[in-house]
């Protein structure tokens, strides 16, 4: 991990940082004026209207250091950029007038389509996933790709039910993005990893719990949850669809493997009991760990621990040869495992419980969640 770091980009890192930070700090006055805040009501614990103007300010930093570090036109950043702006515009007006779900969709399936046609990134091959040399998807390539997008800009927003989570998550996904890259001889993706880094780093300053702050001071909305998910489908979907530098597809399963684990599990159950996949429920991984007794940062602390072991360990898989069928299944067994334990209060909360006495530290806040800011409304 540490000559992951080392060889990485710092340049356009701080340049996406630095643009995320100004814009977040200056357009907190202004999203109060515009109401462009999340209110407290309901399930949600905060105490005071939040900005939730982080995904504009990552959005702003990435494309400013992409247009300073990304020159070149045809390396697919104007469908980036098309992408991008897409998910931001559709996220804005649903943080302002509560979009309903099947025009976020339409947003989310156009932005994957610009993903695809106008950035040139789609999934082709899936047979290394199976251990075969060659799978091409043919003319299932598109709506594979589109289906597999919005699973991952949904996971991504399903997740984000805790301070700090969604994007401590997805930062983490990005470091290990940056080490496959870097591992398979792809500097040109670990760079761009970079930008991303950065701009998320920012915005944790001020959305994770920090001693002298008992709260976030913003949020990153719809738009932000839907921007990050987008970026971690781009650049998964670029490394492991390249022929110049293969990584298996596998890999990117174990990556972020909360919340697509998380996301399998709850929507599979609400499908199976007849209800919408988007209806509100508290049955989430975070939510379950916070009726077990975790604190809100210990919570954090311990899905990133989690999440990191899991790329780890798959990364040093594949290293030693296991085959990657072994891998994918797995994947599915810990799916099957935590749809089978989180069935039953009685049966996931002891084992939970158990992990948090092991792990507390710091003073443990009142168990209740903030409540996903997306779909599930």
Partial sequence: MIEVLIHLDWASAGLALVVTWVTLWCCAPLARR???????HGRKDHASPTPVTGGIAMGLGVIVAGLVFVPEVGDGFPGFLGATAILLAIGI???????RWYWRILAQTLAA?????????????LGPVIGLSSMSLGALSV???????????????????????AGSLVWCALLMLAGAALYAGNDLIADRMMILMGAVAAFLVFNLRLPWRQRASLFMGNAGSAFLGLVIAWFSFRLTQNPGHPVNPVLALWLVPIPVMDTL???????????????????????????????HTQLVVVLVAASLLCGTAAGLAMRADVPHPVLLLAFLAMCLGWYWLSARRERVLPPLR???????????PPPTPRAPETLEH
């Fill in 34 to 40: 515009m109401n462009l805040v999340d209110h407290p």
């Fill in 93 to 99: 007006l649903d943080d302002l007038y509560d979009v």
């Fill in 113 to 125: 389509l610009v993903m695809i046609y106008a950035g040139d990134v789609r999934v082709e091959q």
């Fill in 143 to 165: 709506p594979f790709t589109v289906f597999a997008t919005l699973g991952l800009i949904n996971a991504i927003n399903m997740v984000d039910g805790v301070d700090g989570l």
């Fill in 265 to 295: 599990v709850v929507v599979t159950r609400r499908l199976l009991a007849r209800r919408s996949p988007f209806h509100a429920d508290r049955n989430h991984i975070h939510h379950l760990m916070l009726e077990a007794g975790f604190g």
């Fill in 354 to 364: 158990h992990v948090a006495r092991l792990t507390r530290f710091g003073r443990r």
